[in-house]
T-cell receptor, first 116, second 111 residues
């Protein structure tokens, strides 16, 4: 079974450049989550989608971050312009969510982002 | 606002002994709790969960205990094995709300 697929696995770019992270959720899952992992704060939820619709983006740090889910099998997280403090590992996760969020999320292997 | 806290960033135990990882939460509306395990360069993987209507759930070597009055849960691994060495994340969710994760505890099991 194909799990959650993220690309690229590693991204190194210069400050000010646009960065696009990609995610393919598990087929049949109706919710998709973007997380950022840092040493200080652990796993932070940035945004999540339910049935391709953004539900809660209160975790998005600032306007430089945006996320889209044009269809059930693809999502992007974009940072423009990027800054060194954006350096972190970004995870995408998907799950089959009913009325309550009592289903485990399946995570991709993450994108390690380094902004120089 | 950290609603889920793992106050121990690291834990080291001897192979064969018990590992106890702790987690505290502040939101009394949380009704579902999970533990995830993460190896380097991989995403977290689901390990075990517990609903708020229970106080214990066991799966092989892994047992999760929930103390609702103390807003505390713990993960017991017994016996610990070197392959259990990983970062463990505690997570919690409430009805109609998203999941919140702790900062993680790095477990090292020494042979």
């Amino acid at each position: 079974d194909a799990g959650v697929i993220q690309s690229p696995r590693h991204e190194v770019t210069e400050m000010g450049q646009e960065v696009t992270l990609r995610c393919k959720p598990i087929s049949g899952h109706n919710s998709l989550f973007w997380y950022r992992q840092t040493m200080m704060r652990g796993l932070e939820l940035l945004i999540y989608f339910n049935n391709n619709v953004p539900i809660d983006d209160s975790g998005m740090p600032e306007d430089r971050f945006s996320a889209k889910m044009p269809n059930a099998s693809f999502s992007t997280l974009k940072i423009q312009p990027s800054e060194p403090r954006d350096s972190a590992v970004y995870f995408c996760a998907s799950s089959l969510v009913g009325q309550a969020f009592n289903q485990p999320q399946h995570f991709g292997d993450g994108t390690r982002l380094s902004i120089l | 606002d950290q609603q889920v806290k793992q106050n121990s960033p690291s834990l080291s135990v001897q192979e064969g002994r018990i590992s106890i990882l702790n987690c505290d939460y502040t939101n009394s509306m949380f009704d579902y709790f999970l533990w995830y395990k993460k190896y380097p360069a991989e995403g977290p993987t689901f390990l075990i969960s517990i609903s708020s209507i229970k106080d214990k759930n066991e799966d092989g070597r892994f047992t999760v205990f929930l103390n609702k009055s103390a807003k505390h849960l713990s993960l017991h691994i017994v016996p610990s094995q070197p392959g259990d060495s990983a970062v463990y994340f505690c997570a919690a969710s409430a009805m109609d709300n998203d999941m919140r994760f702790g900062a993680g505890t790095r477990l090292t099991v020494k042979p």
